[in-house]
């Protein structure tokens, strides 16, 4: 169980505790022990009571805790919270907007218990005359229903991978050396959110179904037609599909692609022939080989009759790694054990280190004095790890108005600047464009972060006019950045092709706020590869020579 889920529970626990009026300073502990569980350096499941209660602001009891969720999935006292809550207040606290004292009002003044009831009273204007309500908190909580309803059954790539991985490896075990297996569907396809895993097997279905009837975690076997659909103990979905030997490189064509990628290839011929491989297939249409990300519908057909498609980055293709953050503001790992991680773990060439801005309050963002003093760090470890290099950036926040955080003279001595919005994420989109395009055109800007602010399956992001924000970077020598954390993963790949047309650098950026977090660029490179983007146009892709000329280079013709 990962310390998230731990610190969830505990989340749950306190907000439960603040819905039935229970000591408000209980109620803070546990929230607190909340943030420290997520915020361990280590995984709670394999620390002992005493390294748990060794931890600042986790004491002999939270440990206890924390032992009895590993035992159980629960605590007790969580437990009997969860007694007393009707079941539709739980999912209440799930929604955007409706914390504890909402949920309250909701309940005690209104009746309501189901989010059910809930859409419907915003629909009916009812909420507007409950305490602390209002007309804009209404029409936001009806949109985070809405969003909240069109979500239910859909998961994050990332979040089920490990569980995909698994389950492939049992089926591959199960069968002689030479049965064709692959993922397909939009898993292959890399897309960032799913409902579900897709296989192909060249086995029966018959045989299909007892293998997965061998497997502890399946809980759920289901024939449908041609396939079988399972679903393991986390809920997520799998749909597996038999096919033959002869078959299988063109239902795996097939059932890869999206329908309108399909639907463009039987245009050219249908039925799809048949071929040794998908190469022989694409070959066989009068195509260069189209890899799996790329097989969305979008130009991808008309590029790879021209033999004119881009050489997809790969991981192994990033020299460096820029946004991350450390112990200096919000993250988990210090400078130097992020540092060392990209030297010795990743053979990175530079990091790129981007801690909070001093408005940041919220995440311990630096002040003059405190930044100064991670400068003199830098150069200390720079010395130590030569030729590894720890570059001098700042995630600074674009405030309300599209300024950077600090002055001018401040800004200036950094080696980078990532301008990304952390407020004030509301705004129309005329005044959300225009407060990014002011940050875009500040000089000191490098690289604009996460654009849109979105969460997957979370928040949707504020509104923006894409090409308005694309086209300023272009016109800036801005970079964009490809949030490379799962949640985020933003810029969206739908729009890396119109950057890369406007020759605007893209760059795969972590956010890592702990040493694991780097290897986020995993995802990144994945949605980066649907984007369509090479190693040319990729900022991290740059050797330390590359970037370090890039960042000097840049400063000067922007006068600084």
């Not at 009812?126 to 602390?132: D, F």
């Not at 497997?215 to 799998?238: M, R, T, W």
């Not at 990014?436 to 690289?447: D, F, G, M, S, V």
């Amino acid at each position: 169980m990962e310390n998230k889920v731990i610190a969830k529970l505990f989340k749950l626990g306190s907000q439960l505790m603040e819905l039935h009026n229970e000591n408000p300073f209980r109620a803070k502990a546990m929230a607190s022990a909340s943030f420290k569980i997520d915020k361990l350096p280590f995984q709670a499941a394999t620390a002992t009571i005493e390294e748990l209660s060794a931890q600042q602001g986790i004491g002999k009891s939270t440990a206890e805790k924390i032992q009895e969720i590993l035992r159980k999935g629960s605590f007790a006292e969580l437990d009997q919270l969860i007694s007393i809550t009707p079941e539709g207040l739980l999912e209440m606290l799930q929604i955007k907007g409706l914390g504890p004292k909402k949920v309250q009002v909701v309940w005690k003044e209104l009746g309501i218990e189901t989010v059910g009831e809930l859409y419907y009273a915003c629909n009916e204007n009812r909420l507007i005359e409950a305490k602390g309500f209002g007309l804009k908190t209404q029409e936001e909580i009806k949109k985070a229903i809405e969003f909240s309803i069109a979500n239910q059954g859909w998961f994050l790539f990332a979040r089920v991978q490990p569980a995909a991985e698994a389950l492939l490896n049992r089926i591959t075990d199960a069968y002689p050396v030479g049965t064709l297996i692959s993922f397909t569907g939009d898993y292959r396809r890399k897309v960032e959110v799913l409902d579900h895993v897709g296989y192909l097997v060249s086995v029966t279905v018959d045989q299909l179904k007892q293998t997965l009837s061998g497997i502890p975690d399946i809980e759920q076997i289901e024939n449908v037609q041609d396939h079988l659909v399972a679903k393991d103990s986390n809920g997520y979905l799998f749909k597996l599909y038999s096919t033959t030997p002869k078959n299988f490189a063109r239902d795996l064509l097939i059932s890869t692609g999206s329908t309108t990628h399909i639907d463009q290839l039987e245009a050219i011929q249908n039925p799809i022939p048949q071929g040794m491989s998908e190469t022989d297939i694409y070959h066989e249409l009068g195509l260069q080989f189209i890899a799996p990300e790329l097989r969305e519908g979008i130009d991808e057909i008309v590029l790879a009759k021209k033999h004119a498609l881009p050489d997809l980055i790969t991981f192994e293709q990033l020299k460096g790694t820029v946004h991350n953050h450390s112990t200096y503001s919000d993250g988990v790992h210090s400078l130097a054990e992020m540092a060392r991680f990209c030297k010795e773990d990743l053979l990175l060439e530079y990091l790129g280190i981007c801690d909070h801005s001093r408005t940041a309050v919220y995440a311990n963002g630096l002040s003059i004095e405190r930044l100064e003093q991670q400068w003199i760090e830098i150069d200390t470890l720079n010395q130590k790890l030569a030729p590894f290099k720890i570059f001098k950036g700042i995630e600074s926040d674009i405030l309300s108005d599209g300024s950077l955080d600090y002055p001018d003279e401040v800004l200036s001595k950094f080696d980078f600047v990532v301008a990304s919005v952390h407020s004030n994420l509301k705004m129309a989109e005329d005044k959300a464009t225009e407060r990014l395009i002011k940050a875009i055109e500040n000089p000191y800007t490098t690289i604009l972060g996460h654009p849109t602010g979105r969460l997957l399956l979370s928040r949707s992001g504020y509104p923006l006019d894409f090409k308005k924000i694309i086209d300023a970077c272009a016109a800036n020598q801005v970079v964009i950045e490809i949030n490379a954390n799962p949640l985020r993963l933003d810029l969206d790949w739908r729009w890396h092709r119109y950057a890369l047309e406007k020759g605007v650098l893209l760059s795969i950026n972590p956010d890592a706020h702990r040493t694991e977090g780097l290897l986020d660029m995993h995802y990144g490179v994945h949605v980066a590869r649907k984007g369509g983007l090479s190693a040319l146009n990729c900022l991290n892709a740059f050797t330390l020579e590359q970037v370090t000329d890039f960042f000097k280079t840049r400063k000067a013709a922007k006068g600084i």
